[in-house]
């Protein structure tokens, strides 16, 4: 059974920082690329930022230059500042391609204006 468990979200004032953490348990990923995911209110769940197993990040436009995706065996972090008040929402960990049968319950990011 594959568990994951994010944390480090809350809130913040914009243009403030914060560092998400995920846990992975239940399966091996040292192979995998992994990705962190934003669902903002009434939108869908969308790819903030992946890393693959040899570390290389991407990012979408709207965080480049903010935020930072690392991983270290079976963790996986994303630093973020420069935040603004459109990054709001539950951010997720996942593969990249996500086990769509396993996301966790995320954690909520708020940046206030």
């Known amino acids: 059974q594959v568990q994951l468990v994010e944390s480090g979200g809350g809130l913040v004032q914009a243009g403030g920082s914060l560092r998400l953490s995920c846990s992975v348990s239940?399966?091996?990923?040292?192979?995998?690329?992994m990705g962190w995911y934003r669902r903002s209110l009434g939108k869908q769940r969308e790819l903030v930022a992946t890393?693959?197993?040899?570390?290389w990040p991407y990012y979408v436009d709207s965080v480049k230059g903010r935020f930072s995706i690392s991983r270290d065996k079976d963790r996986v972090y994303l630093d973020m500042n420069f935040l603004r008040p459109e990054d709001t929402g539950y951010y997720y960990c996942?593969?990249?391609?996500?086990?769509?049968?396993?996301w966790g319950e995320g954690t909520l990011v708020t940046v206030s204006s």
């Open positions: 996942n593969s990249h391609p996500a086990w769509e049968d396993y």
């Open positions: 239940g399966r091996i990923i040292v192979k995998n690329t």
């Open positions: 890393v693959t197993a040899d570390g």
